[in-house]
């Protein structure tokens, strides 16, 4: 069929295949890539004796090298636990203000802390845990259920409203929807509302002529729970009107929407969830959060 022949130019045999005058040329593969593959098997045969290579059925080849992943996680695990607990069993026993006064431990503290309230708490409250409208800053000095660490961790404990049955409970009433106040009343009384911040509140007006229809308003219904003073109560849950943090809106249409219909937050219960350490690790993150805030 072929006879050999010589390509006058790059002096390799061809094929002996033609093509209307076309030679094919039979190049030989170049010597790179036999060494190349040479390296590569010599490597893979290295790789088989020294590491764990084989499917044995139920079992595997080990390699010389006894090489174990998985040994070496669990390892690092128990490692990591070990240093945890020593200083989680140190959170555990000592009180809120020792451990405050411990830079080490709030080191700690502030680490886990972060990571704990992005987990669980950030969804509602914020990453900052400067909260949005309907859920509060956590890191103001203006508390509804009191701003002590033990009062921060009991809240954390037991939720608002939630179905723990030690539950903080709140609710404030529904003025309008249940007919309890007229138009007018609310409208003075929101006027009153807004003048015992100091400047009030950005955005709004202070209708002076309702502020002392609103005050008799407010001394009727309103003290009970946020007190003869409005300046709250952290038995029930009420919040402080005079200061400059709101919650649920600081304009007059808000607060008018808030007398309406009346509030009530659901904060869930973390017991069960998360263990007491973590709940005491939260507390003191968010007080730690409070003193860094000018
Ligand atoms: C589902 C939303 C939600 C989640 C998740 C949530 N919270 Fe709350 N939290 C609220 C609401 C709403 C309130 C206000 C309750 C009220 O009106 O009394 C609140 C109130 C609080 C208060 C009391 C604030 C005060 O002024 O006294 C603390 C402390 C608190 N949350 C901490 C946490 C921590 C810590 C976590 C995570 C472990 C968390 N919250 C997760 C919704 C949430
Ligand atoms: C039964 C107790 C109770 C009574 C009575 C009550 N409140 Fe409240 N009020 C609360 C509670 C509890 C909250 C906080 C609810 C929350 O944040 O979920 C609140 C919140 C508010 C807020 C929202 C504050 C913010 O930070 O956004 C305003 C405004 C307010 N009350 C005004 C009034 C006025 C005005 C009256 C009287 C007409 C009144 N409240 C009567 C319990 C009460």
């Known amino acids: 069929m072929s006879v050999e022949q010589r390509d006058p130019h790059s002096g390799y045999l061809t094929t002996g295949h033609e093509w209307n005058g076309?030679?094919?040329?039979?190049?030989?593969?170049?010597?790179?890539?036999?060494?190349?593959?040479?390296?590569?098997f010599v490597f893979s045969v290295a790789y088989w004796v020294l590491m764990p290579a084989w499917p044995l059925g139920?079992?595997?080849?080990?390699?010389?090298?006894?090489?174990n992943d998985r040994a070496a996680v669990a390892r690092a695990?128990?490692?990591a636990a070990a240093v945890r607990s020593a200083w989680t069993s140190q959170i555990a026993a000592q009180s809120f203000a020792d451990i405050e006064a411990d830079p080490r431990l709030m080191a700690d503290v502030r680490r886990t802390g972060r990571t704990l309230f992005g987990d669980n708490c950030a969804a509602c409250h914020g990453r900052d845990a400067k909260g949005t409208k309907g859920f509060p800053d956590l890191t103001t000095a203006s508390w509804l259920w009191g701003g002590s660490p033990e009062a921060i961790s009991e809240t954390i404990r037991v939720g608002v409203n939630a179905s723990?049955?030690?539950?903080?409970?709140s609710q404030m009433p529904a003025f309008g929807r249940d007919g309890i106040l007229k138009r007018d009343e609310m409208e003075s009384v929101v006027a009153y509302v807004l003048s015992l911040s100091a400047p009030p509140p950005a955005g709004n007006?202070?209708?002076?002529e309702k502020v002392a229809a609103g005050k008799a308003v407010f001394a009727a219904n309103c003290v009970a729970c946020h007190g003869t003073e409005a300046k709250g109560n952290p038995e029930l849950g009420a919040p402080d009107l005079t200061d400059m943090h709101w919650i649920h809106g600081s304009d007059e249409n808000a607060i008018y929407a808030n007398v309406w219909g009346g509030l009530k937050g659901q904060m869930p219960s973390w017991e069960g969830r998360?263990?007491?350490?973590?709940?005491?690790?939260?507390?003191?993150y968010l007080i730690d959060l409070r003193a860094k805030r000018p």
Do not use: C, M, W
């Not at 723990?164 to 409970?169: E, N």
């Open 22 to 40: 076309i030679t094919e040329l039979n190049t030989p593969v170049p010597r790179p890539v036999y060494l190349f593959l040479i390296l590569t």
């Open 164 to 169: 723990h049955p030690d539950t903080r409970v």
């Open 58 to 67: 139920s079992d595997y080849t080990k390699g010389l090298l006894q090489a």
């Open 205 to 208: 007006k202070v209708a002076a």
């Open 274 to 284: 998360l263990t007491p350490v973590e709940r005491k690790i939260l507390a003191l």
């Open 77 to 79: 695990v128990e490692q």
